[in-house]
Nanobody
Framework: QVQLVESGGGSVQAGGSLRLSCAAS???????MGWFRQAPGKEREGVAG????????AYADSVKGRFTISRDTAKNTLYLQMNNLKPEDTAMYYC???????????????????WGQGTQVTVSS
């Protein structure tokens, strides 16, 4: 069984940065991993995805050039570096893991098998 625990959320002003972490317990080294977010009143959406070895990454258009997804398989941890944050980035952020065969594209939300509880990111203008 895989358990995921996010951390690193908080409140920042527009233009600021945050780094989210997702610590995984259980074997996730051959899983695709992803970050998703959900703002109040909106559907959960894909933000970024990464392949098992990190050789492939995918991003939502709204975060390209500002966010970077990465993973440290030795630490069994997933990261999301968020720069130049905007008020519209305000949401609860979730990490997720997808068993093989997996697809790290951001549209693959329904295929993810395990989810964390989320960490809140609030960006003020």
């Amino acid at each position: 069984q895989v358990q995921l625990v996010e951390s690193g959320g908080g409140s920042v002003q527009a233009g600021g940065s945050l780094r989210l972490s997702c610590a995984a317990s259980g074997a996730t080294s051959n899983y695709c991993m992803g970050w998703f977010r959900q703002a109040p009143g909106k559907e959960r959406e894909g933000v970024a995805g990464i392949s098992p070895r990190g050789s492939y990454t995918a991003y939502a258009d709204s975060v390209k050039g500002r966010f970077t997804i990465s993973r440290d398989t030795a630490k069994n941890t997933l990261y999301l570096q968020m720069n130049n944050l905007k008020p519209e980035d305000t949401a609860m952020y979730y990490c997720a893991a997808q068993r093989q065969p997996c697809s790290p594209v951001v549209q693959a939300l329904p295929r993810y098998n395990y989810w964390g509880q989320g960490t809140q990111v609030t960006v003020s203008s």
